[in-house]
């Protein structure tokens, strides 16, 4: 069955610091992976995916992931945290049957301290 | 870019009553719409899918005659919740698939709480 784990239910960090969510995954067959943030009461916004290709994935708002097959895992990175990053981030897999639904991690909260 | 809308934001109702949340595409066709509820601090829980056209697929455990949902067409998709109780307050959120666009991206409403007292 598929599913996503993200194992930190909160994740702190200076401002200026880098910054890493970390995500992983099981799927059957070719595991396709999404990032999203949402700030407070508001949807979600798309960060970047992975479908294929480079194993290093460049997204939105500076942001970036690693796929990482062999220990099937996705963790978003950021070379320098902005206090406007602190939001609710998803990690995302895309379900292998119909309608190409998608299966969402618990989320984690990243704080970013001035 | 691709804009997903939901009306009302915020909606307060009373136990019995029921309450309808429109899910709206603005500048493009979505052939497919989800339904998700998220519960304070908790992930996103998908409830059903939607085609315009033809049924919604409900996921296991999410009533669907609790959880109506219409898409009548290629930019709306409504879900009424009826006979809502307390327990039935919660974030809902869509998505939408552009119809001309790629398969692996859903463009998310901003979601609409909803209050039952």
């Known amino acids: 069955a598929q599913s996503v784990a993200q194992p930190e239910d909160q994740v702190n960090v200076a401002e200026g610091n880098p910054l890493t969510v970390k995500c992983t995954y099981s799927v059957s067959g070719n595991p396709y992976l999404f990032w999203y943030v949402q700030y407070p009461n508001r949807g979600l916004q798309f960060l970047l995916k992975y479908i294929t290709g480079d194993n290093l994935v460049k997204g939105s708002y500076g942001f970036e992931a690693e796929f990482n097959k062999s220990q099937t895992s996705f963790h978003l990175k950021k070379p320098s945290a902005l206090v406007s990053d602190s939001a609710l981030y998803f990690c995302a897999v895309r379900f292998s049957g119909g309608y190409n639904k998608l299966i969402f991690g618990a989320g984690t909260r990243l704080a970013v301290h001035p | 870019g691709a804009v997903v809308s939901q009306h009302p934001s915020r909606v307060i109702c009373k136990s019995g009553t029921s309450v309808k949340i429109e899910c709206r595409s603005l500048d493009f066709q979505a052939t497919t719409m989800f339904w998700y509820r998220q519960f304070p601090k908790k992930s996103l829980m998908l409830m059903a899918t939607?085609?315009?056209?033809?049924?919604?697929?409900?996921e296991q455990g999410v009533e669907k005659d609790k959880f109506l949902i219409n898409h009548a067409s290629l930019t709306l998709s409504t879900l009424t919740v009826t006979s809502a109780h307390p327990e039935d307050s919660s974030f809902y959120i869509c998505?939408?698939?552009?119809?001309?666009?790629?398969?692996?991206?859903?463009?998310f409403g901003p979601g609409t709480r909803l209050t039952v007292t």
């Open positions: 998505s939408a698939r552009d119809r001309q666009g790629s398969v692996y991206e859903q463009y």
């Open positions: 939607s085609n315009e056209g033809s049924k919604a697929t409900y």
